[in-house]
């Protein structure tokens, strides 16, 4: 099993950055998929972003050229830079170890106009 944490969520506003932080509470060096999720209220939770075990990242569309995911195997963490933060990014963030199956409790980020 693996604990995963996240941290750095708070309030913004429209055009601002945040960084989202993921500790887990063992090595993530084996979990070949990590990556972060959102949810809306009223809305299906979302894959915002991913990273492979190789560096391979994968960008929903809507964040594609703003967010940028990174991990850190050394220090078991995982990262999302969000940059140019929009009022429609509001919502709760999830890290997950996606190929095995763990969630964090989530993070708000609010954007506001």
């Known amino acids: 099993q693996v604990q995963l944490v996240e941290s750095g969520g708070g309030l913004v506003q429209a055009g601002g950055s945040l960084r989202l932080s993921c500790a887990a509470s063992?090595?993530?060096?084996?979990?070949?998929?990590m990556g972060w999720y959102r949810q809306a209220p009223g809305k299906q939770r979302e894959l915002v972003a991913a990273?492979?075990?190789?560096?391979?990242?994968h960008y929903a569309d809507s964040v594609k050229g703003r967010f940028t995911i990174s991990r850190d195997s050394a220090r078991n963490t995982v990262h999302l830079q969000m940059n140019s933060l929009k009022p429609e990014d509001t919502a709760v963030y999830y890290c997950?170890?996606?190929?095995?199956?763990?969630w964090g409790q989530g993070t708000q980020v609010t954007v506001s106009s």
């Open positions: 990273i492979s075990s190789g560096g391979s990242t």
């Open positions: 063992r090595s993530i060096f084996s979990i070949n998929t």
């Open positions: 997950s170890a996606i190929s095995q199956g763990y």
